[in-house]
């Protein structure tokens, strides 16, 4: 059974960081790409970043650019997001995904698996 953790979600104030951490069981983790998605309430879903098996090639939507950081540890079979310098509008459950495919430009796709997610807030 496939099953991918979050952790690390917080109530932080503008400004702040947090690393999201994501936990990946029942599949071949360093056969895969994996992705960090978000949504916002009342919003559809927004691929934050993506990260290749070798962890080569990253990319990042635009407005997280400069601000997060995606890895990932394949003899752990763990993802990772840092999140410096939070804004208000970064608000949302995050959670980890394993793409069927997806787009750079902009940065979306679908994915066949996902977590349940790990709430992050920012907010003074």
């Known amino acids: 059974e496939v099953r991918l953790v979050e952790s690390g979600g917080d109530m932080v104030q503008p400004g702040g960081s947090l690393r999201l951490s994501c936990a990946a069981s029942g599949f071949e983790f360093n056969n895969y790409d994996m992705a960090w998605v978000r949504q916002a309430p009342g919003k559809g879903p927004e691929w934050v970043a993506t990260i290749n098996i070798a962890s080569s090639r990253t990319n990042y939507a635009d407005s997280v650019k400069g601000r997060f950081t995606i890895s990932r540890d394949n003899a752990q079979n763990a993802m990772y997001l840092q999140m410096n310098n939070l804004k208000p509008e970064d608000t949302g459950l995050y959670y980890c995904?394993?793409?069927?495919?997806?787009?750079?430009?902009?940065?979306?796709?679908?994915?066949?698996?996902r977590g349940q997610g790990t709430q992050v807030t920012v907010s003074s």
């Open positions: 995904a394993r793409p069927k495919w997806f787009t750079l430009d902009p940065l979306k796709g679908d994915f066949d698996f």
